[in-house]
């Protein structure tokens, strides 16, 4: 994911924060579930929640990865192509700390972008990303983030999140390691996949949001506040497509 900093200016670092940490998109399995679908396109028949569509955002100075419905190995889903591009698919959510359960989600992933590596500035592309972004107490940010979301505000609108946990498929580092970003650390990617052995297939998962976000951070989540995918190949300038499956997200029981 494209997230240049000191080498070619303030603005191209804003960019970059804003396609890692713009808000993003969400659903709730025990209330709701919605299949990514670009605006434009209508909704989804049998999903609980169809009226509420998720959003592509763009990035400026970005070509746009392109997203579009689809369906592959049986299963509805929303396919994206990459070429040289960064964007992603996003909605907004409101899920206070308490009630934070269980994400599901699904992608099927048919090459790894071969120059790829996620703990590399220039380098870190992905060819599959579900990302979550929570509030935070902002009065704890450093200097460097403070300003940085500032400057993410100016370019797309929106602040960068207090904090974006990411899942992602890694080339070479094993799963369930955290990767940092080397721009702020109000970004961890957790790898979910690693290498080429799994590729290919529909892959499933269920992850506890607050058992991953303190792994990542080191401390409680905030409230989540939005959910999203992206497919993106601008620091390579390589392409990548993959096949994304709805994304749910459960609220946890009473008592937890």
């Known amino acids: 994911m494209s997230r240049i ?11 970059g924060l804003a396609i ?31 009226v509420v569509l998720w959003q592509q955002q763009n990035f400026p100075g970005k070509r746009a990865t392109q997203y579009r419905p689809d369906r592959v190995g049986n299963r509805d889903a ?11 698919l996003r909605r907004s959510v409101r899920i206070e700390p308490a009630e934070l359960g269980a994400l599901r989600f699904s992608w099927r992933v048919p090459a790894l972008i071969a120059l790829a590596d996620l703990g590399d500035r220039n380098l870190a592309d ?45 080339n070479q580092r094993p799963s369930e390691s955290v990767i940092h970003s080397p721009r702020t650390a109000r970004v961890r990617k957790l790898v979910m996949e690693s290498g080429p ?13 607050r058992a991953d ?9 905030g409230a989540l506040v939005a959910v999203g995918i992206m497919t993106d190949t601008d620091n390579t300038g ?10 749910a997200l459960g609220t946890a029981t009473k008592g937890n």
């Open 5 to 15: 900093f000191c080498q070619t200016g303030p603005r191209l670092a804003a960019v």
């Open 20 to 50: 890692a940490l713009s808000g993003c998109a969400a659903l709730s399995p025990g209330s709701r579930t919605l299949a990514a679908r670009p605006q434009s396109e209508a909704p989804v028949p049998g999903l609980l929640d169809p």
């Open 78 to 88: 929303t396919h994206a192509l990459a070429v040289s591009s960064a964007s992603m």
């Open 126 to 170: 992905s060819p599959v990303r579900v990302v979550l972004a929570f509030e935070g107490d902002r009065s704890r940010l450093s200097a460097r983030d403070a300003m940085l979301s500032e400057l993410a505000h100016t370019l797309t609108g929106e602040p960068m999140p207090y904090a974006t946990l990411i899942y992602v498929w890694c």
């Open 197 to 209: 052995q799994r590729l290919g297939r529909w892959l499933d998962y269920e992850r506890d949001i």
């Open 213 to 221: 976000f303190e792994k990542a951070f080191g401390e409680p989540p």
């Open 238 to 247: 390589e392409t990548a497509q993959a096949w994304y499956g709805p994304v």
